[in-house]
């Protein structure tokens, strides 16, 4: 058990903290003592933040579906400022497209960040996790819980593979003591409806999207409010939290997708 104020005074870094999920943690980590590291694709954006928290906190800008980018990133961290307490893979991006008509670079795109974005953080960061405690947290999504179907089908595949890298990752960080904690977060007042808008030109270059679609997400609750149950779940040593906004349809869709699987298993 690892509680919050043995963090104090040490470093985390979380990814995609230029809003939405990842400011909200990068702010309350601050808050709980710790010097924060705001990374994200968009340098403004993470330099924003970082002045906002104040407190010695400090931005990083690179792209994390860029495995020699996060490489150097990783390397330029480590002779800058050190070690790791805390890192938290966040960064992730909404692609509204399907599987059967999305362009290949929307979907290069999706998996590149939601999948392989991970992958490259955790390979590239991990090794800068020093002292005791250590912890690690994904952000991965309700989507992953549910049948990738409905109105997001690649999004919601993505974050299926999100999921299991996640929970990959908490075996072999076990394996090294250090914590983790994963994070699936339902629908929440956050700009990822307008996701592209920082897209690399590799994947299609900045799209941005009609405020129009943003109604949903706009009278969606603040990130804010997962806060109380992230801080209980990590100062209890890390877990799989699952912060559910649709009164019960999760819980729901959840059990169906383990139904229709567990019907079709059969011992040969």
């Known amino acids: 058990m690892s509680k919050l104020s043995r963090y104090a005074g040490r470093t985390a870094m979380v990814t995609g903290a230029g809003d939405g999920i990842g400011k909200m943690l990068a702010i309350k980590l601050a808050e709980a003592g710790m010097t924060v590291c705001v990374q994200d694709i968009r340098e403004e954006a993470a330099a924003a933040v970082a002045l906002e928290i104040g407190g010695g906190a400090f931005s990083m800008c690179f792209d994390i579906s860029d495995r020699d980018a996060v490489a150097a990133a990783a390397e330029r961290f480590g002779s800058d400022?050190?070690?790791?307490?805390?890192l938290w893979i966040n960064a992730g991006?909404?692609?509204g497209a399907s599987i059967l008509e999305g362009k290949p670079n929307q979907v290069r795109w999706a998996y590149d960040v939601n999948v392989l974005g991970?992958?490259?953080t955790a390979q590239c960061?991990?090794?800068?996790l020093k002292g005791d405690p250590r912890h690690v947290g994904i952000t991965a999504s309700t989507a992953a819980l549910r049948a990738p179907e409905g109105d997001f089908p690649l999004y919601a595949a993505t974050k299926h593979g999100t999921m299991a890298v996640a929970e990959a990752l908490r075996g072999e960080l076990a394996a090294k003591d250090i914590e983790t904690t994963i994070l699936c977060p339902g629908l929440l007042n956050t700009e990822i409806w307008d996701g592209a808008k920082a897209r690399p030109e590799r994947f299609g270059g900045e799209r941005r999207m009609d405020p129009k679609i943003a109604g949903m997400w706009r009278e969606a609750k603040s990130p804010d409010a997962m806060w109380p149950n992230i801080k209980r779940v990590m100062a209890a040593g890390g877990g799989t939290l699952v912060c559910a906004t649709d009164d019960g349809d999760t819980r729901s869709a959840m059990r169906q997708r383990i139904g229709t699987i567990e019907s079709g298993l059969v011992e040969i």
């Not at 960061?125 to 800068?128: A, E, G, S």
């Open 93 to 95: 991006v909404g692609v």
């Open 118 to 120: 991970a992958v490259w």
């Open 125 to 128: 960061f991990v090794p800068l």
């Open 81 to 86: 400022h050190g070690d790791l307490a805390m």
